[in-house]
T-cell receptor, first 113, second 111 residues
Framework: ETGVTQTPRHLVMGMTNKKSLKCEQH?????MYWYKQSAKKPLELMFV???????ENNSVPSRFSPECPNSSHLFLHLHTLQPEDSALYLC????????????FGQGTRLTVV | QKEVEQDPGPLSVPEGAIVSLNCTYS??????FMWYRQYSRKGPELLMY????GNKEDGRFTAQVDKSSKYISLFIRDSQPSDSATYLC???????????FGTGTRLKVLA
């Protein structure tokens, strides 16, 4: 285990559903991230929280809504998704959002039907 | 032009071979250069990182950065079947969390 835990590991949802992805880190880090990983594409940074404040929203559609209640937990709320949103969603954390060492969770494999 | 270019492979080598994985980049502001390993159905795992130019060695792995050529490499000595994975390079500038990733190179080490 990397110290970053994501649930669920797999999720199938319809386009009208609402669901949430959860991430928890046990590393004492202050920065947390959401990435999207699609086949044959580089990891895409979606959101960054540093000391619970959102510091980055990388032009992500509003059907993705992040929430960071504290430095250890990060959520990604999903609603009215499209089939092209199917991907592996990865959570990561780092000490302070400036160094090179980001630790990733196992990811949630999302399928939108 | 993409900021980071990485050959997707797959790269197949026999067990015991020396593997060379590479990335090129275009942004001269990059200062941190990372290599991640990602097994199937797992998240990326940080292998090592270097700051600015030079080499860094950790066991069977050696990372090299040539900033003049905007070219980075990861060498794996005495490759093992357990090294079979996708290797991702990533880069960032000084004092920033914005890692730019390559697409990853899929490596297969054949027993």
């Amino acid at each position: 285990e990397t110290g970053v835990t994501q649930t669920p590991r797999h999720l199938v949802m319809g386009m009208t559903n609402k669901k949430s992805l959860k991430c928890e880190q046990h590393l004492g880090h202050n920065a947390m991230y959401w990435y999207k990983q699609s086949a044959k594409k580089p990891l895409e940074l979606m959101f960054v929280y540093n000391f619970k404040e959102q510091t980055e929203n990388n032009s992500v559609p509003s059907r993705f809504s992040p929430e960071c209640p504290n430095s250890s937990h990060l959520f990604l709320h999903l609603h009215t998704l499209q089939p092209e949103d199917s991907a592996l969603y990865l959570c990561a954390s780092s000490q302070d959002g400036q160094g090179p060492e980001a630790f990733f969770g196992q990811g949630t494999r999302l399928t939108v039907v | 032009q993409k900021e980071v270019e990485q050959d997707p492979g797959p790269l197949s080598v026999p067990e015991g071979a020396i593997v060379s994985l590479n990335c090129t980049y275009s942004n001269s502001a990059f200062q941190y250069f990372m290599w991640y390993r990602q097994y199937s159905r797992k998240g990326p795992e940080l292998l090592m990182y270097t700051y600015s130019s030079g080499n860094k060695e950790d066991g069977r792995f050696t990372a090299q950065v040539d900033k003049s050529s905007k070219y980075i490499s990861l060498f794996i000595r005495d490759s093992q079947p357990s090294d079979s994975a996708t290797y991702l390079c990533a880069m960032s500038g000084e004092g920033t969390y914005k890692y730019i990733f390559g697409t990853g190179t899929r490596l297969k080490v054949l027993a």
